[in-house]
């Protein structure tokens, strides 16, 4: 065959120049990008893929834990009752039982509970697959509130918390007066300021430790309260403050005035630097006492002092 003859105007490229190393190198990266480009969408396939079946066992999930027997409420576990009984609980939550434990609300639940004056504070919490977990605080009664022929159960807070009735009669507690009006029509609140007074007292008594030797409180008069003690027949005029240490002062001297004094009817401790005493002693008024006297007798104690509500 002859030689080919070079057609004008072309150039021969020598057959060295496809290995230059500018095009094997532009090659090799559209190869690679190539291969990245088809590993990312692998990988994102893959993640869409994962995500569906998430999202797909997460519905599958949802819905046989809404639906299925299995997580319906079937048992309710009552902690923090004494006064309350298990019934009556499970009477406040009538109709919980039986109830999806995923899809009920349980804050509907927890105010039904706190309608009952007894219950103080009340949780519940969820035990998967089908228990309840209700933790009530129960109110502590503190006194019996009297109006009238009618006694109610009162907590420190004033708060009244059932009728007294024989079920509470082993309670021992003081009995409060001047809280309810008696002439107040029946679910009457009582007043709000005379709740707090009544508070109060309670609070200040029991942290001192000396309610339980109170038997009566009587707070008709906000401006002076009136304290007695079990066992003992004088009136404790305490005013409206410092209720455990003026009843403290007079424990103090209660075995000295004894000896001073055979009866007494009232004893007024509202002032720091003396203390009135009314002893039932027919033709004696009141009796100043700056200092109880070391004596026996209560001659030099006997006097006349001036008003105590005056200089209140």
Same mark, same amino acid.
């Given at each position: 065959m002859p030689p080919r003859t070079p057609v004008r105007g072309t150039r021969r490229v020598p057959g060295t120049a496809t290995r230059d190393p #500018?095009?094997?190198?532009?090659?090799?990266?559209?190869?690679?990008?190539?291969?990245? &480009?088809?590993?990312? /969408? &692998?990988?994102?396939?893959?993640?869409?893929?994962?995500?569906?079946?998430?999202?797909?066992?997460? &519905?599958?999930?949802?819905?046989?834990?809404?639906?299925?027997?299995?997580?319906?409420?079937?048992?309710?576990?009552?902690?923090?009752?004494? #006064?309350?009984?298990?019934? !009556?609980?499970?009477?406040?939550?009538?109709?919980?039982?039986?109830?999806? %434990?995923?899809?009920?609300?349980?804050?509907? &639940?927890?105010?039904?509970?706190?309608?009952?004056?007894?219950?103080?504070? /009340?949780?519940?919490?969820?035990?998967? $697959?089908?228990? %309840?977990?209700?933790?009530?605080?129960? #109110?502590?009664?503190?006194?019996?509130?009297?109006?009238?022929?009618?006694?109610?159960? %009162?907590?420190?807070?004033? /708060?009244?918390?059932? !009728?007294?009735?024989? #079920?509470?009669?082993?309670?021992?507690?003081? %009995?409060?007066?001047?809280?309810?009006? $008696?002439?107040?029509?029946?679910?009457? $609140?009582?007043?709000?300021?005379?709740?707090?007074l009544v508070s109060s007292v309670l609070v200040s008594l029991r942290d001192a430790s000396l309610l339980g030797r109170v038997s009566q409180i009587d707070v008709r008069n906000p401006r002076n309260v009136v304290v007695m003690l079990s066992g003992d027949a004088a009136q404790l005029q305490v005013g409206h403050e410092r209720f455990a240490e003026r009843v403290q002062g007079y424990l103090d001297m209660q075995e000295r005035l004894a000896r001073m004094v055979q009866q007494v009817e009232s004893v007024d401790l509202r002032f720091d630097n003396r203390v009135y005493v009314r002893p039932r002693k027919a033709g004696v008024t009141f009796a100043s006492m700056p200092q109880v006297p070391d004596g026996e007798t209560v001659a030099e104690a006997l006097a006349e002092p001036e008003d105590a509500d005056e200089q209140h």
């Open positions: #500018r095009l094997l190198r532009a090659r090799d990266g559209g190869a690679r990008g190539a291969q990245a &480009w088809r590993a990312r /969408a &692998w990988t994102v396939a893959r993640i869409a893929t994962l995500a569906v079946a998430l999202v797909g066992s997460g &519905w599958y999930v949802q819905d046989v834990m809404t639906s299925s027997e299995a997580f319906a409420v079937q048992r309710l576990h009552v902690i923090g009752v004494s #006064r309350l009984s298990q019934g !009556e609980v499970q009477g406040l939550l009538d109709g919980l039982v039986g109830r999806n %434990i995923v899809r009920t609300s349980l804050e509907p &639940w927890r105010q039904k509970l706190l309608a009952s004056p007894w219950v103080r504070e /009340a949780s519940l919490r969820r035990a998967l $697959p089908s228990t %309840i977990e209700v933790r009530i605080t129960e #109110r502590l009664p503190m006194a019996v509130a009297r109006a009238g022929d009618l006694l109610l159960l %009162i907590d420190e807070q004033g /708060a009244v918390v059932d !009728e007294f009735g024989p #079920r509470y009669g082993r309670l021992d507690l003081p %009995i409060v007066d001047g809280l309810i009006d $008696p002439a107040a029509a029946p679910q009457t $609140p009582p007043d709000e300021a005379r709740v707090a």
